[in-house]
């Protein structure tokens, strides 16, 4: 169960990130310094309307406390969703769409495509380099379902987190990641 932290241990990392390791020379326990690195690289451009970026911030904040406080993870995992939301519901003009519907629209338009994500880059990237001797056959078109699977799963997540539950895991970093290309995808620089 989670409970306020004691008044002298605010200061000090979360328990729950005490295996965590980072790849270096050799692996590495993880650091404050390592989480602010990532988060300060989950920008939004200049293009993005101001007032989408600042509320994108919290989630970025967010992160970087989980230091402190773990579970704020989820928290931030969550106010990066509702800044896709947010971000969508500028980017068309509707107040009274539904997230998935617009996630649709915004695939459909091709506001968000697959291979702007800096994940799918490096797993295109990857493949080519590594060839055939790993992966088979490098198909241009491999990750056309992804965004797809966006429009099903982001909503299903917002909506799990926002309505209550226990969930709490590691990784949401790279979630908060996605919300951010998917953002930046929908302005023009």
Not at 65 to 86: D, G, K, Q, T
Not at 148 to 175: Q, V, W
Request: net charge negative; charged share 30%.
């Amino acid at each position: 169960m989670e409970e306020l932290k004691n008044f002298d241990e605010i200061h000090e990392r979360d328990p729950r990130y005490h295996d965590f390791v980072v790849p270096a020379e050799e692996f590495r326990k993880i650091s404050l310094a390592d989480i602010y690195k990532e988060v300060s690289d989950m920008k939004l451009h200049d293009g993005v309307p101001e007032k989408i970026r600042s509320h994108f911030e919290m989630a970025r904040n967010l992160l970087i406390y989980s230091w402190f406080h773990y579970p704020f993870h989820m928290a931030a995992w969550l106010y990066a969703l509702i800044s896709v939301e947010y971000a969508l519901k500028e980017k068309i003009g509707k107040d009274n769409m539904i997230f998935k519907d617009m996630l649709a629209k915004a695939v459909k338009e091709k506001w968000i495509i697959a291979d702007n994500f800096s994940h799918i880059q490096i797993r295109i990237k990857n493949m080519q380099e590594l060839g055939e001797v790993y992966y088979g056959p490098v198909e241009t078109d491999m990750f056309k379902h992804y965004c797809d699977s966006l429009c099903k799963s982001i909503p299903y997540f917002r909506n799990e987190m926002a309505h209550g539950s226990t969930m709490l895991f590691p990784g949401t970093s790279h979630d908060v990641r996605i919300c951010s290309e998917i953002i930046n995808q929908l302005f023009k620089k």
